[in-house]
């Protein structure tokens, strides 16, 4: 079964700062893998997703992640943060045979600190 | 109206009481889904529906029971609920092609509380 992990349950960065997000999966074929941003009140909005192709995946609000099937990771990376990022990042893996599921970490809380 | 609505927003009930949580997807998409977002705990999937049909129960305890009257409309009836059963309920759809899962479009959620 598929899995993924988020290590850092909160993280704090100052505004301006550059961030990275940690998200590491276990599955055996190739994942396809997303990352969601939800804000306080909302649902979750998609950040970015990779299937296949280019490693390096750029998204919305200026986010990227890669995509290391070696460490089995795919980190959310951004070169400099807004106090507008402050939400809570979930990334999630979904698979080629496995329906239209999708398997969710337990999230990171980004705070920003002015 | 645009994207995916979901009703009540908030909702506080005992019990015994039966209720009903409501969502409904002005994007065409022939795929709804059911998650229970509880504190601390990964985003757990309830329910998928594809073309109006359950392909997806995962393990859920009866007391939720859903309803997916059309592709644009699903519902999840509430009844003899739990306390630790209070979570917020997310709906989401998408276009289900077969294949690679395709993005998921969330509603905001309704937060329910069971006294």
Known sequence: A?????????????????????????????????????????????????????????GIKGFE???KRSQSSFNLRKPSVHWSDAAEYFCAVGARGGGNKLTFGTGTQLKVEL | ETGVTQTP?????????????????????????????SA????????????????????VPSRFSPECPNSSHLFLHLHTLQPEDSALYLCASSQWRGGAPGELFFGEGSRLTVL
């Not at chain 1, 960065?13 to 396809?32: D, H, K, M």
């Not at chain 2, 009930?13 to 998409?29: A, D």
Request: hydrophobic fraction near 35%; include cysteine.
């Open chain 1, 2 to 58: 598929q899995s993924v992990t988020q290590p850092d349950i909160h993280i704090t960065v100052s505004e301006g700062a550059s961030l990275e997000l940690r998200c590491n999966y276990s599955y055996g074929a190739t994942p396809y893998l997303f990352w969601y941003v939800q804000s306080p009140g909302q649902g979750l909005q998609l950040l970015l997703k990779y299937f296949s192709g280019d490693t390096l995946v750029q």
């Open chain 1, 65 to 67: 992640a890669e995509f």
């Open chain 2, 9 to 37: 927003r908030h909702l506080v009930m005992g019990m015994t009481n039966k209720k009903s949580l409501k969502c409904e997807q002005h994007l065409g998409h022939n795929a709804m889904y059911w998650y229970k977002q």
């Open chain 2, 40 to 59: 601390k705990k990964p985003l757990e999937l309830m329910f998928v529906y594809n073309f109006k049909e359950q392909t997806e129960n995962n393990s």
